[in-house]
């Protein structure tokens, strides 16, 4: 079974969530279009979500994300957990096959940019280089995490909108060991209302 990356996270949603009410409003900062830059159109339940990767903030998440989403693997796959405030979380395949081939760790990247409002990290847990699938969008900026060692390899460039939209009713209900073992036929049954990934690709 995967060890999965929100128990780190978890035990700093309760101090970022009251930072973020009153931050909430802040927006990534501008692209700089660095080279090797590349961007990712998600389109998901609640409407497009467009994510650029930036390399040079952190080059061994930016290359496994982009091998990721070329791999389809996230395609169907549910946000599965939301804190109003603080984050919306995914990043387990909808067929369990999928996600145990994919159980690699990467070694971790220092943190260059702050987790703000829109900005995208791979979750992990307490331990160095845990970071597999599972990643974050900022809801509040929430730059306690950077002190955690959460580095940041992109930001939402469009369809924030659409982010904030995400259903947010089960909180952190879904059982992250069931969806590793059963994926979608676990969330279909149990959590029906989970907002999810269409289709996840590298633009052109």
Excluded at 133 to 157: P, Q, S, W
Aim: positive net charge.
């Amino acid at each position: 079974m995967i060890k999965r990356a929100a128990v780190a996270l978890l035990a700093l949603s309760l101090a970022a969530c009251s930072g973020a009410k009153q931050q909430a409003s802040s927006d990534a900062p501008a692209s700089s279009a660095a080279p090797g830059t590349y961007r990712v159109l998600m389109n998901t339940s609640r409407g497009p979500v467009t994510i650029e990767v930036d390399p040079a903030l952190a080059p061994n998440g930016a290359k496994h994300f982009k091998e990721l989403v070329q791999a389809h693997f996230y395609d169907g796959a549910r946000f599965y957990r939301v804190v109003p405030g603080f984050v919306v979380q995914w990043g387990i395949a909808a067929d369990p096959k999928v996600s145990k081939k994919w159980n690699a760790p990467i070694q971790d990247d220092p943190v260059k940019a702050s987790n703000v409002r829109g900005t995208v990290s791979f979750a992990a847990t307490n331990a160095p280089n845990s970071r597999t699938t599972d990643l974050f969008i900022n809801l509040g900026d929430n730059a306690n995490l950077d002190g955690a060692g959460f580095a940041t390899i992109g930001r939402v460039v469009s369809g924030m909108e659409n982010v904030d939209k995400i259903y947010p009713g089960y909180g952190e209900q879904p059982d992250q060991g069931e969806i590793d073992a059963r994926g979608n036929a676990y969330l279909l049954k149990a959590f029906p209302k989970l907002d999810y990934i269409k289709t996840a690709k590298v633009e052109k």
